[in-house]
């Protein structure tokens, strides 16, 4: 007889476990399908697909870029970059990349209406946006670079920051 009650405690052991794994799974399931759904409604109220294309347009999608686009409009730059080619990386890679981490902390800051106006370039993003500046601008910095300054090498956008859009 106890052998059989040994079999039969380890048969609603099984099904105890097989039970809450099935809880759990569809607990998982639910959360998995509820980030998803609500990421989907998000990229697609917020224009999700315009940003992974080249059209300045798509900057201004939020309201507080408004400013930034007709400064673009009215600038020389107009006519040889749009945001992409000043605010990203060149590489494919770091170009999403970046578009990804940006647009990820934009939303959350819009979202939440945590951001400062008027709208102001972090770090990160001004070290991509002063790289692009050299690289396009390579013949003219290396001659300004042969002369150093105490303070170390100059900043394009410090003496140039209106010139892709106004601020």
């Not at 408004?66 to 040889?80: F, K, T, Y």
């Not at 770091?94 to 578009?99: A, E, H, L």
């Not at 013949?139 to 410090?158: A, K, N």
Request: glycine share 8%; aromatic share 6%.
């Amino acid at each position: 007889m106890t052998g059989d009650t040994g079999v039969a405690d380890g048969s609603a052991r099984i099904a105890r476990i097989r039970h809450t794994l099935g809880a759990a799974v569809v607990v998982v399931a639910l959360a998995a399908g509820l980030a998803l759904g609500i990421s989907a409604y998000t990229f697609v109220y917020a224009h999700g697909a315009s940003y992974l294309t080249n059209d300045p347009k798509a900057c201004a999608n939020c309201h507080i870029m408004r400013e930034q686009l007709d400064g673009w409009i009215a600038s020389s730059h107009r006519a040889v970059a749009v945001c992409n080619d000043c605010h990203a990386p060149h590489d494919l890679l770091g170009k999403y990349t970046t578009k990804a981490v940006n647009g990820f902390w934009h939303s959350v800051a819009f979202t939440t209406g945590r951001f400062h106006e008027p709208i102001a370039i972090g770090a990160r993003n001004r070290a991509v946006t002063e790289g692009a500046c050299r690289t396009c601008h390579a013949e003219i910095v290396q001659l300004i670079d042969r002369h150093p300054t105490r303070s170390g090498p100059l900043d394009c956008i410090t003496c140039h920051r209106s010139v892709g859009h106004l601020h």
